[in-house]
């Protein structure tokens, strides 16, 4: 059954690339309303491949970006795809060797690449399922089993349709299984089923102070200014160990397992070559914590955007009206994101001095999520993936949050498992970003694999 499909992969490879490119070529920003349109049109393309591959597939409105829903196949385990069309905004355009939306194959020393905006993160990520799904219609004539197609357009600005549309729609996207693909390999060698993911929790926090911007000369002195109360508010929020001091932060943090920690330091992660590949030398973590440790399973609080007064070029001697900063945090084991968000707001107006105010806006709220490994699904997807790639599969966690994977389980009742192709180098939200033609390629091969081993 699955040796002719992995040869109709190898064969077709060229047009899935094409296919793929069609899709980059769609600026589908879905944070941008501007770019409303593109989303439209990227949810269009998609219900178009889906129907000519045999799917019923259909384009759900929303009161933002549309979500795509394609089902298809026969069988007693039914299985749901998720992956979303959307994809970051390009800026700082002027960082990009070639337009963000004029997708192309490039030869690189690590070999061929697919370079354009949404390469790796999620549009490549989400064709290797499609094509892989292509391909076993094209020699079997049908599916291994039931599969639904779910993606979305609106992941990277903090999904606000996800919850009504998935309460709305359970009958239409409930299935055994979900399937997850917007993760890293582990390396290049070594395929991951990701098993833990962090949670996110997003502030913006403006702080007045005067009522309009000042003159640095006539005012300061007498005038507070408000950049000075954010800074000192930045500022406190770690210790010196790099511990966030937000109260109670900590609560639902839960240490290692022992088996757990013995299983990622078999990974062999050189956290000397992660931070220098970015141009850095030195873990900035909680003291006396490793990097994979700090990054899978601890929690952070990191600065994400910061504003007051001119920034502009030159020099103005202004003292300014408001100053501003978009704050994350990234959230592990049991920590409750709405707690966080009171403690943090609690502790934030307690060092607001009493003449400035402090206005807050959220930017979406999602727990970590850990995976249900005992399901022997997980199994017979890492050796599926194990006889694909030169490396047997590793159990990973990651950095990154999709809060849909929670989702699935809290309103669903259905377990994710979570396996993609990425790798660290792909320059995912940055500019010049890009997919490896191997991880299209092998991708692709490992989902028809799984899917023989899994439906
Ligand atoms: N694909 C990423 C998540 C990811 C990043 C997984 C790196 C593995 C490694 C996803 O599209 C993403 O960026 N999610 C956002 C969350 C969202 C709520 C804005 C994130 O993690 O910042
Ligand atoms: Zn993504």
Same mark, same amino acid.
């Given at each position: 059954m699955l040796d002719p499909v992995l040869a109709r992969i190898d064969a077709d490879l060229p047009q899935a690339i094409q296919?793929?490119?069609?899709?980059?070529? =769609?600026? %589908?920003?879905?944070?941008?309303?501007?770019?409303?349109?593109?989303?439209?049109?990227?949810?269009?393309?998609?219900? &178009?491949d889906l129907t000519d591959m045999g799917f019923r597939a259909e384009k759900h409105p929303t009161t933002g970006r549309p979500m795509v829903v394609g089902t298809a196949g026969e069988g007693r385990r039914h299985l749901l795809f998720y992956g979303h069309y959307d994809v970051q905004p390009v800026d700082p355009l002027a960082l990009w060797d070639r337009p963000p939306f004029l997708p192309e194959v490039q030869d690189t020393a690590e070999g061929k690449v697919i370079r354009g905006r949404g390469a790796a993160d999620d549009k490549g990520q989400l064709m290797t399922f499609v094509e892989a799904c292509r391909a076993w219609i094209a020699v079997h004539h049908k599916l291994p089993g039931r599969i639904t197609m779910f993606f979305e357009g609106e992941e990277e600005s903090g999904s606000p349709s996800l919850i009504p549309f998935m309460e709305a729609h359970k009958d239409l996207l409930r299935a055994? +299984?979900?399937?997850?693909?917007? $993760?890293?390999?582990?390396?290049?060698? $070594?395929?991951?089923?990701?098993?833990?993911? *962090?949670?996110?929790?997003?502030?913006?926090?403006?702080? $007045?102070g005067p009522r309009m911007d000042l003159h640095s000369g006539m005012?300061? /002195?007498?005038?507070?200014?408000?950049?000075?109360? +954010?800074?000192?508010? =930045?500022?406190?929020?770690?210790?010196?160990?790099?511990?966030? $001091?937000?109260?109670?932060?900590?609560?639902?943090?839960?240490? @290692? #397992?022992?088996?757990? *920690?013995? &299983?990622?330091?078999?990974?062999?992660?050189?956290?000397?070559?992660?931070?220098?590949?970015?141009? +850095? #030398?030195?873990?900035?973590?909680? %003291? /006396? *914590?490793?990097v994979l440790e700090s990054i899978w399973a601890r929690p952070t609080c990191e600065v994400n955007g910061l504003s007051s007064g001119y920034a502009g070029e030159g020099f103005k001697t202004v003292l300014p009206s408001k100053a501003m900063a978009k704050i994350s945090f990234r959230l592990v084991g049991q920590q409750v994101p709405h707690r966080i968000r009171e403690a943090f707001r609690?502790?934030? *107006?307690?060092?607001?001095?009493?003449?400035?105010?402090?206005?807050?806006?959220?930017?979406?709220?999602?727990?970590? %999520?850990?995976?249900?490994?005992?399901?022997?699904?997980?199994?017979?997807?890492r &050796?599926?993936?194990?006889?694909?790639?030169?490396?047997?599969?590793?159990?990973?966690? %990651?950095?990154?949050? =999709?809060p849909?994977?929670?989702?699935?389980?809290? =309103? @669903?009742g259905m377990d994710s498992m979570l396996i993609g192709f990425g790798n660290d180098d792909d320059l995912i939200h940055s500019p010049n970003e890009k997919y490896d033609v191997r991880s299209f390629h092998k991708g692709m091969r490992s989902w028809a694999r799984i899917l023989a081993a899994l439906a």
């Open positions: 296919r793929l490119l069609a899709l980059l070529r =769609i600026p %589908s920003i879905s944070t941008d309303r501007i770019h409303a349109p593109d989303c439209e049109a990227a949810a269009d393309w998609l219900v &178009q055994d +299984l979900a399937l997850i693909c917007d $993760t890293d390999l582990f390396d290049r060698d $070594t395929p991951a089923v990701t098993t833990m993911l *962090r949670g996110l929790l997003g502030e913006e926090v403006i702080i $007045t005012y300061g /002195g007498a005038a507070m200014n408000p950049a000075r109360v +954010l800074a000192r508010i =930045i500022s406190a929020l770690h210790d010196e160990n790099g511990r966030v $001091t937000v109260p109670d932060f900590y609560d639902g943090v839960e240490e @290692l #397992s022992p088996e757990l *920690r013995a &299983q990622w330091d078999g990974l062999g992660f050189d956290q000397t070559s992660f931070l220098r590949d970015v141009g +850095l #030398s030195i873990p900035a973590g909680e %003291s /006396g *914590r490793g609690a502790m934030v *107006r307690s060092m607001v001095p009493p003449d400035c105010q402090v206005e807050f806006k959220e930017h979406g709220a999602s727990p970590a %999520s850990v995976m249900a490994t005992n399901d022997p699904a997980f199994e017979m997807a &050796q599926a993936l194990s006889d694909e790639w030169p490396r047997a599969a590793a159990f990973t966690g %990651s950095g990154g949050s =999709i849909v994977a929670g989702y699935f389980k809290t =309103i @669903l």
